[in-house]
């Protein structure tokens, strides 16, 4: 959705909500491609993201273009009205310290990848009976689609933090201390810009998918 791209743009670029910083995944569901023109940024797992989240939002179904900020607010992704009002009261919640850093002697460990050292400290209280999950995103900026079916057709959109892998690094539960360490390595897929390219660390509950902090990493140069 043009609108919605245009939105997540500026948030991004401009950082236009005092005291928040505006840190974009965009997560490409798969379900439109049966109309013929399939996304080529999609995933089927984002897609599965997206059913979780209606879940928790106790939605019957899902839509696009959707915005969800922190994991607990919902709206239509071409409202910047709303999505400013999300990101300024989602600024006031108590969040996560995130770390992120070249890990030690990178060349020696993995010349084909970009190892990272990560430490998460003082992570809010993880709601009782609900599971942290520590997450890495590798986001990808400056990308554009071609778009030969359905309403876009014959327009070239353009993208800004697209998800290009998603993984689960670890958990922590609302019993154990708040620190997580770890130090995953980055592997560049053909076909990605590596001055492009950023990691986001962020740490997320499983059930209400409340997000308890994140911290983004810029992958170029390293």
């Known amino acids: 959705c043009p609108p919605a791209d245009a939105v997540l743009i500026e948030l991004e670029k401009t950082q236009p909500v005092p005291g928040a910083e505006v840190?974009?995944?965009?997560?490409?569901?798969?379900?439109?491609?049966?109309?013929?023109?399939?996304?080529?940024?999609?995933?089927?797992?984002?897609?599965?993201r997206q059913s979780e989240y209606a879940q928790a939002f106790g939605r019957d179904g899902v839509?696009?273009?959707?915005?969800?900020?922190?994991?607990?607010?919902?709206?239509v992704g071409s409202h910047m009205n709303k999505a400013r009002e999300a990101i300024s009261n989602a600024a006031r919640a108590a969040k996560a310290t995130v770390q992120v850093s070249l890990a030690p002697n990178t060349a020696a460990k993995k010349p084909d990848g970009i190892p990272l050292l990560i430490r998460v400290e003082n992570i809010p209280a993880v709601s009782p009976g609900d599971t942290a999950e520590v997450m890495?995103?590798?986001?990808?900026?400056?990308?554009?689609?071609?778009v030969s079916r359905g309403e876009n057709a014959g327009r070239t959109l353009r993208h800004i933090a697209v998800v290009r892998?998603?993984?689960?690094?670890?958990?922590?539960?609302?019993?154990?201390a708040g620190t997580f360490h770890s130090e995953p390595?980055?592997?560049?897929?053909?076909?990605?810009?590596?001055?492009?390219?950023?990691?986001v660390i962020f740490v997320q509950e499983r059930a209400s998918r409340r997000v308890l902090g994140a911290k983004p990493f810029a992958l170029t140069g390293k």
């Open 23 to 48: 840190i974009a995944l965009g997560e490409h569901v798969d379900y439109w491609n049966r109309l013929g023109w399939t996304d080529p940024y999609s995933d089927a797992g984002f897609s599965a």
């Open 63 to 75: 839509y696009t273009p959707q915005m969800i900020v922190d994991g607990q607010t919902e709206f």
């Open 136 to 146: 890495l995103a590798i986001t990808e900026n400056d990308l554009h689609s071609q």
């Open 165 to 176: 892998q998603l993984k689960v690094l670890g958990t922590v539960n609302a019993a154990e």
């Open 185 to 199: 390595i980055v592997t560049i897929v053909n076909g990605w810009k590596r001055d492009n390219l950023r990691a």
